[in-house]
């Protein structure tokens, strides 16, 4: 191991927060910035991992001059700038030598860690762990904004909030915000955000993600601005950033529930580092719980496994025994998408047990979907992806019948998920009957999740398409209207 060349009598200076940069993100979001930092790069042939907690790694000082993939992606966004207009610190600055030529640069996906000499804080090259269990925020300061931005959850009343309405949702002009005495955040802003979680998972229930992800980034803006209004009472501070960290995993479930990976994984992370920021516990291990579900569907089931895992890890002293049979549900998806059938038994039996102790005071308010039929559907998931149909199938039935009407987009999903269960076991006019009662409730749920499932079944169906319903259901499929 190398030795560092700081002596015991020297302390490396505590980050400075990159001010030049959050005051370029303006408006955005971290997670919606750093979607504009992918994009970007895609323009010029770049690849970069960029998603919120980077943005937040960036904002706080912690990544003092970027890798070179990174700074050609920065300077294409902002043209006529330099690094140090966007903050940075000069490379030689950073790693304590001279700079080197320009022949010497490496190229842009190099995955080696450089470290800065002495301690200071450089960047990864390329992707970083995002599984660390370090806090790597040390500070934040908060950046007061006008009290317009908090009415972005003030208006409108208790039934109106819908479609519609989370289009009305908006922030006040930066402009028009800057003329305004600022005015930090209170209790009913904290009260306003928790509602606005709620409102969001209420519609998501009902009516499944498509129409509302783009609307809810609106709320989430306005969230991180009354983080950066700071607040009046610790106890309120606290509250915001709690709320602001569902409410991102919220939006980041609408992202993933309609097939926007890379939004979603953006979201969850910008949910996670605010858990890391403050301590909470309860929020972070929601955030690696949706991970893992997210690197199940993405085909990364090892993380999967790892994310599950570090769910449980900070979510055992919680106390909530539904909580842990969720979060063993979903070390289940991972090791079924590894092939490991003994993997996924045992945690599958630990799900069950965990499950059959009961609810609890400490049961979190967002798992509130989390009952026998989502144990039934998240096990059916497993025996499918691990091709055991018939065993799939029976799952899936069970927990179609076993679901509340109130959550219309789980109905759909579970009765989806048997029709391609059915089909793939060999049973096709079954198959086609369940994928007819889909059909049905698709008026009613706008979801790519779902809608992808149900083009999967018609696929398998296609060389059966003379057996019992099955042509029929084929036709009307075919009819739906194709979403952009």
């Known amino acids: 191991m190398a030795t560092s060349k700081v002596t015991s009598s020297q302390s490396p200076r505590p980050p400075r927060p990159n001010l030049a940069f959050r005051e370029l ?220 960290g569902e409410l991102a995993i919220s939006v980041g479930w609408l992202a993933h529930d309609s097939g926007r990976f890379d939004d979603a994984r953006s979201h969850y992370a910008e949910a996670l580092a605010t858990a890391r920021m403050t301590g909470d516990a309860g929020l972070e291990s929601h955030a690696f719980c949706n991970t893992a579900f997210l690197a199940r569907d993405a085909g990364r089931p090892r993380e999967a496994v790892r994310a599950a895992q570090a769910a449980q890890r900070v979510g055992r002293p919680l106390g909530s025994a539904r909580l842990m049979s969720l979060l063993a549900l979903r070390e289940a998806g991972g090791w079924a998408g590894l092939a490991d059938r003994t993997g996924c038994e045992q945690a599958l039996v630990r799900a069950q047990a965990l499950f059959e102790r009961g609810p609890s005071d400490a049961d979190p308010e967002w798992m509130s979907f989390y009952g026998e039929a989502e144990l039934e559907g998240l096990e059916a998931q497993c025996w499918s992806t691990l091709g055991d149909w018939p065993r799939a199938a029976r799952h899936a039935r069970r927990a179609a019948q076993l679901q509340d009407p109130h959550f219309t987009r789980n109905i759909a999903l579970y009765t989806a998920e048997l029709a391609d269960d059915l089909a793939r076991g060999g049973r096709p006019d079954e198959a086609a009957a369940a994928g007819m009662r889909v059909l049905d409730l698709l008026g009613q749920v706008q979801s790519s999740r779902i809608q992808s499932m149900l083009a999967g079944t018609t696929r398998v169906l296609l060389p059966h398409r003379r057996a019992a319903g099955v042509g029929t259901f084929l036709e009307r499929h075919a009819s739906l209207p194709r979403t952009a």
Do not use: K
Request: some cysteine; charged content about 25%; aromatic content about 8%.
């Open 25 to 244: 993100r303006g408006q955005r979001s971290p997670a919606e910035f750093a979607a504009a930092v992918r994009r970007a790069a895609r323009e010029i042939g770049e690849r970069v991992s960029c998603d919120a907690r980077y943005v937040g790694r960036v904002e706080a000082g912690e990544i003092r001059c970027p890798n070179y993939a990174y700074e050609r992606v920065f300077l294409h966004m902002f043209p006529g700038r330099t690094l140090t207009d966007l903050g940075f610190a000069s490379r030689a600055s950073v790693r304590g030598r001279g700079a080197r030529a320009a022949e010497d640069a490496p190229p842009a996906h190099v995955t080696r860690p450089a470290y800065a000499a002495g301690g200071a804080t450089g960047e990864t090259w390329g992707a970083y762990e995002p599984y660390d269990t370090h806090d790597p925020y040390e500070t934040h300061d908060n950046y007061e904004e006008s009290d317009v931005l908090r009415r972005a959850f003030m208006t409108g009343g208790g039934a109106t909030v819908a479609v519609a309405s989370l289009g009305t949702i908006g922030l006040a002009p930066a402009a028009a915000a800057a003329d305004r005495r600022v005015r930090r955040a209170g209790a009913p802003d904290a009260d306003a955000l928790e509602e606005a979680v709620r409102r969001i998972r209420l519609l998501d229930d009902r009516h499944g993600a498509d129409g509302l992800y783009r609307r809810a980034a609106t709320p989430l803006r306005a969230a991180y601005a009354l983080l950066d209004a700071g607040a009046t009472r610790q106890t309120t501070a606290d509250r915001l950033h709690s709320g602001a």
